[in-house]
């Protein structure tokens, strides 16, 4: 399970008004920028792989609590805290990184004023605020007080995280995935309690974006003093939709700050071509050339491109450059033929030519050598993406490969491979763990190109 945090719609000058137990965390990452609350989320669910929940086993959830109430009236109530004894100085310097808001100054990215920012919820649209575990949590507050809620969420999420097949959250969410970390939740809700005031409120329940913040506040904390690999999605979660890391971007501090304190750093894109990427980061690396830093801390950065298809680092003269495929490539991605991608991406194509025909949307055809993509050629809606994505995941649902499917939000692209083929080719290649790995993106959805990590790490 997992979750992030940061605020980001509206401007800066309305930070002051957060207070600083909360704004450490808000600050974070910059996935924010197109997320109101960006979060750690699950992994199909919170952090890992914590799946999403249908909507008729949402409809059933206070039927399947009600039978679980009973089952768990004898269990104890005794909700473990995360203990802040025995961190050693680097994972203390870590976490102080993850929490810190020093270097972000005025930044220029959007940032939401308050998690009830109306605008950041109509811009994201309902379905990019599906989530099954949210909304189950939800439910669970119209015969529970907040803090009776996350006592037993955060009971079930270690039983869960114990044993993932025999749990209470398997029977209450069917579909949900693997937590790699507990999560202290009720800590979570204290904190940001403080804040939204949700344990006092009578009439209001917490929406979609508060119960997210406050697991991305608790995945947050128990991964903080362990991550060793930090890897971003770039467009949405770095910078803005189509735009580039300028070199006042103030991400830029926080990348150089935790390679320099030993953590690995990448991104893990869905952009293949290499030398037009980057251009898009070229803040970025001309900030490591300004500071001089050395081969001993730009090894620390990496970039993983197609998805999974290209894995680049930085050369002595600030640059990037590829990264032998023999070095990092797993022996599955190794067994790919030609043909097959081939063939994978014509059935691709023709599923595309064939949804935008049926939604009558003119589409501009793109085809790369490990992807293709449908451009609308006149103004669409988010939905009708979605659309469009779905349609040919279903129709490649028996393709020989991995693929990804995604709706981008201004256009639909499908991929060989996918970031889960590539952070895990990735945490091999560096020797990283699930629970030291944590993932920043902002495309958790179904159709979203994100979610795949969530079998691999703890998201935000």
């Known amino acids: 399970m997992a979750i992030g945090i940061l605020f980001i719609n509206s ?79 680097g994972g203390r310097l870590r976490w102080d990184m993850l929490l810190s808001t020093e ?64 749990s209470t959250l398997s029977r209450l969410i069917p579909s949900i995935g693997c ?11 204290q904190e940001y309690d403080d804040f939204a005031l949700l344990s006092r409120r009578k009439f209001v329940p917490p929406n979609f974006a508060e119960i997210r913040h406050v697991l991305n506040i608790a995945q947050v904390h128990v991964i903080g003093e362990q991550v060793s690999l930090i890897t971003f999605d ?51 690396l001309e900030g490591f050339k300004v500071l001089g830093l050395p081969p001993s801390i730009t090894k620390f950065f990496h970039v993983m491109g197609g998805e999974c298809n290209y894995l680049l680092k930085v050369d002595s003269n600030y640059h990037l450059e590829f990264v032998e495929d023999k070095l990092w490539k797993s022996e599955d991605m190794f067994l790919w033929k030609e043909q097959d991608i081939q063939k994978l991406l014509d059935d691709a194509e023709c599923a595309l030519r064939s949804a935008s025909a049926r939604l009558h949307l003119p589409v ?37 490969l991995p693929f990804c499917a995604f709706n981008g939000g201004t256009d639909v692209f499908v991929d060989i491979g996918n970031k889960s083929v590539g952070l895990g080719a990735l945490m091999s290649y560096l020797g990283k763990r699930p629970y030291e790995t944590l993932h920043v993106g902002d495309r958790f959805t179904a159709s979203g190109n994100d979610s795949a990590t969530r079998s691999k790490c703890s998201i935000l």
């Open 11 to 89: 401007s800066v000058s309305t930070l002051h008004s957060v207070p600083p137990c909360i704004r450490h965390v808000t600050e974070f990452p910059a996935t924010l920028q197109r997320q109101g609350w960006v979060a750690f989320k699950k992994s199909k669910t919170l952090g890992c792989s914590a799946a999403r929940c249908s909507a008729t086993a949402v409809a059933e959830s206070d039927e399947r609590l009600a039978d679980v109430e009973r089952d768990d009236s004898l269990a104890a109530d005794d909700v473990d805290k995360c203990s802040n004894s025995g961190q050693s100085d």
């Open 103 to 166: 270097a972000l100054g005025e930044a220029h990215l959007l940032r939401a004023g308050s998690v009830t920012d109306a605008h950041v919820l109509r811009r994201k649209g309902r379905l990019k605020e599906q989530d099954g575990l949210i909304e189950f949590i939800i439910s669970m507050h119209r015969t529970h007080s907040p803090f009776q809620v996350m006592e037993k969420m955060e009971r079930w999420v270690r039983e869960h995280f114990e044993d993932p097949k025999r």
């Open 179 to 189: 937590f790699h970390t507990p999560l202290p939740l009720v800590r979570a809700l």
């Open 234 to 284: 770039a467009d949405g979660t770095l910078y803005a939709d189509g735009h580039h890391i300028q070199g006042d971007n103030k991400m830029i501090g926080h990348i150089v700050k935790l390679m320099q304190h030993g953590a690995h750093v990448a991104i893990v894109t869905a952009a293949g071509n290499t030398l037009k990427f980057e251009n898009r980061i070229t803040g970025l």
């Open 364 to 400: 501009e055809i793109v085809r790369k050598p490990r992807a293709v993509g449908a451009i609308p050629k006149e103004p669409t809606i988010y939905e009708v993406l979605e659309e469009m994505t779905l349609t040919v995941q279903m129709q490649l649902v028996d393709a020989m």
